[in-house]
């Protein structure tokens, strides 16, 4: 199992590497909010443990981010305050438990232990951005309640993006992921997706940016 540690404290990162690590849990630390926003986007995680108190972007901010991107990956966040608002507020923003600084490892373990199994026995949540759907698990998706005719790499397309909503993607991002490496690549072939794409989701949900790629949303 791999966490994502999002947390400036290298103290309190060494402490949770061992322990965890001890339980057969690998985990992963990035020091700031805006990489840890990317990080967990870019890379499969089987949960995360966020600090609310980070530099940069903050940490509620770095949450709402991954579950605006589409992000289901359960979410313990942790806060430096005892306080009622801030965890009803990273609660509100999609975080599925917290627990308070000063903590035992311990309870750390027990809660993302008890949010991996929470997350196993259930499908993974349907994607949605405005009115386009996709569920990685049925590998289905739709628009405005209609089911829409996918081919496989027009399927992949669809959840990379949905997975990236508002940012920049590029050419180079797409072969990455639309290809193998023994596989023939051609940005040509991107071109012919993404308008394919585009006429079964709506040409406006994809525009081009002359020389730097693609956004979707
Ligand atoms: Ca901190």
Same mark, same amino acid.
């Given at each position: 199992m791999r966490i994502l540690? +999002?947390?400036d404290d290298r103290d309190i990162g060494a402490r949770l590497k061992e322990g965890l690590g001890g339980l %057969?849990? +690998? +985990?992963?630390? &990035?020091e700031d909010g805006e990489h840890g926003l990317s990080y967990a *986007?870019?890379?499969?995680?089987?949960?995360? &443990?966020? #600090? *609310?108190g980070l530099p940069g972007l903050p940490g509620i901010e770095v949450l709402r981010g991954w579950r605006l991107a589409g992000c289901a990956?359960? &979410? *313990?966040i942790l806060t430096a305050r005892n306080t009622w608002s801030e965890k009803v507020e990273g609660l509100n923003a999609g975080a599925d438990d917290y627990v308070t600084k000063p903590f035992q490892v311990d309870e750390i373990a027990a809660r993302l232990r008890a949010l991996m199994r929470r997350v196993a026995g259930q499908a993974t949540p349907e994607l949605r951005h405005g009115d386009i759907t996709l569920d990685p698990v049925s590998r289905t998706a739709g +628009?405005? %309640?209609?089911?829409i005719d996918l081919t496989a790499q027009e399927f992949r397309l669809l959840n990379f993006f949905m997975h990236r909503v508002g940012r920049v993607v590029t050419q180079a991002?797409?072969? #990455?992921?639309?290809? %193998?490496l023994d596989e023939e690549r051609s940005s040509n072939t991107i071109e012919v997706y993404v308008g394919r794409l585009r006429r079964k989701i709506g040409r406006e949900a994809i525009r081009t940016l002359r020389g730097l790629g693609y956004r979707f949303g």
């Open positions: 540690l +999002v947390e %057969g849990l +690998v +985990v992963e630390q &990035v *986007l870019q890379e499969q995680f089987d949960a995360i &443990v966020l #600090d *609310l990956t359960p &979410v *313990l +628009v405005a %309640g209609r089911p991002e797409l072969l #990455d992921h639309l290809y %193998g």
